[in-house]
């Protein structure tokens, strides 16, 4: 699955240490999520909802 | 369990102190009934209390790792250690069978079979730094 997370990060000029701050996380989780390797679960997935606060087709979307 | 001490989060800290323990008290344990069985010649229940008893290293670091998994809020860690913990039993799989044929079909001896808990404990060290690695 592909997402739009490093350009939503770049957009506020956050880096992945930032981002992953932000959502509890380590800074590995960020870095395999915005490179496609690591698709997260739900409880992550809302969490990102409500930190760009837009809704998940708008952060991740499929690849057909 | 993250790339280094800094990074660190308490509960990540507080396991890996414990396994390191863990790994401690299998050499011990191993070696002293080890001894016990070379030495003292043990009656069979004897045998048997002392077989038990270094099954408690390895039953404690399971127990250290399923809190573990349980309290880890990054998923993504969590995937990392299970498949670390994968690639640590299939090290351990991998040096039982060399140990095995070897110890099967020449008269050499090799205790290496009673430390597997220590081969899985490093093997899955090993293989988590290596995993995290790729998501540098």
């Known amino acids: ?64 | 369990m993250s790339h280094c001490n800094k990074t660190m989060t308490s509960i990540q800290r507080r396991s890996l102190q414990k396994a390191g323990g863990a790994m401690g008290l299998t050499v011990a344990v191993t070696t002293g009934s080890r001894m016990l069985a070379e030495r003292g010649h043990p009656s069979a229940p004897v045998a048997i209390a002392v077989a038990l008893i270094s099954l408690l290293p390895i039953v404690y670091v399971i127990a250290v790792a399923a809190k573990y998994l349980a309290s880890e809020q990054d998923e993504f860690i969590r995937m990392l250690v299970v498949r670390a913990m994968l690639w640590g039993f299939a090290v351990t799989m991998a040096g039982d069978a060399i140990v095995g044929f070897v110890s099967e079909f020449s008269p050499m001896h090799l205790p290496l079979s009673l430390l597997n808990a220590d081969l899985f404990f490093a093997g899955t060290g090993i293989a988590f730094r290596l995993l995290q690695r790729r998501y540098r």
């Not at chain 1, 997370?5 to 380590?26: D, F, H, I, M, P």
């Not at chain 1, 409880?43 to 708008?58: G, S």
């Open chain 1, 1 to 64: 699955m592909k997402n739009r997370l490093r350009v939503l990060r770049a957009e506020r000029n956050w880096s992945q240490a930032e981002l992953a701050t932000r959502l509890g996380v380590s800074r590995q989780s960020v870095n395999a999520i915005e490179t496609g390797r690591f698709d997260p679960g739900l409880p992550l997935a809302f969490k990102l909802i409500r930190l760009f606060d837009m809704p998940l087709e708008q952060i991740f979307f499929d690849e057909q």
